[in-house]
T-cell receptor, first 116, second 107 residues
Framework: ETGVTQTPRHLVMGMTNKKSLKCEQHLGHNAMYWYKQSAKKPLELMFVYNFKEQTENNSVPSRFSPECPNSSHLFLHLHTLQPEDSALYLC???????????????FGNGTRLTVT | KNEVEQSPQNLTAQEGEFITINCSYSVGISALHWLQQHPGGGIVSLFMLSSGKKKHGRLIATINIQEKHSSLHITASHPRDSAVYICAVNVDNDMRFGAGTRLTVKP
């Protein structure tokens, strides 16, 4: 049990589809993050939410749209994706903002996304 | 060039061997992390270091701030240690990741 739950674990979608990834944490953390992990590349930060407010958008294309309705839930809405968007999408949370600088990151198991 | 470099990229060992994974970074940092990523994708934080050495079970992490270098050691390695080990550093409130070292421990 990681404390951070992501669904679905696997997702295959066409380029014209619209889907959403979900992340849930019940650790009482105040910061949540979306990362992208492509094959043989380092993790890339996509979005940061601190106290439900988006504080960072790392030049992510608009076909990725995050939503944080409350401090426990984070979504990543996907539409008109490209095959190069196929990757593992990881959600993480931390007690305090700072991406691990002030409190450890807790990761979910990720959603393996394939865009056909 | 990535600001965080790990070596080796891939490592295969026999059960029981002593393992060392290295991480070098080129920026000023406030902390360094070692993460373990299991084949299913989930990532677990192993250590957070700002100086010296930490030990947890068979895992030891060291950091040399002056040389901008850290090592992760695994003693008496076991097949269940097979995973990708990722080094990451905090630069202000940002985190920079290495590409990972894929470790396979054979029985």
């Amino acid at each position: 049990e990681t404390g951070v739950t992501q669904t679905p674990r696997h997702l295959v979608m066409g380029m014209t589809n619209k889907k959403s990834l979900k992340c849930e944490q019940h650790l009482g953390h105040n910061a949540m993050y979306w990362y992208k992990q492509s094959a043989k590349k380092p993790l890339e930060l996509m979005f940061v939410y601190n106290f439900k407010e988006q504080t960072e958008n790392n030049s992510v294309p608009s076909r990725f749209s995050p939503e944080c309705p409350n401090s426990s839930h984070l979504f990543l809405h996907l539409h008109t994706l490209q095959p190069e968007d196929s990757a593992l999408y990881l959600c993480a949370s931390s007690q305090n903002p700072g991406q691990g600088a002030n409190s450890p990151l807790h990761f979910g198991n990720g959603t393996r996304l394939t865009v056909t | 060039k990535n600001e965080v470099e790990q070596s080796p990229q891939n490592l295969t060992a026999q059960e029981g061997e002593f393992i060392t994974i290295n991480c070098s970074y080129s920026v000023g940092i406030s902390a360094l992390h070692w993460l373990q990523q299991h084949p299913g994708g989930g990532i677990v934080s192993l250590f957070m270091l700002s100086s010296g050495k930490k030990k947890h079970g068979r895992l030891i992490a060291t950091i040399n701030i002056q040389e901008k270098h850290s090592s992760l050691h695994i003693t008496a390695s076991h097949p269940r240690d097979s995973a990708v080990y990722i080094c990451a550093v905090n630069v202000d409130n940002d985190m920079r990741f290495g590409a990972g070292t894929r470790l396979t421990v054979k029985p």
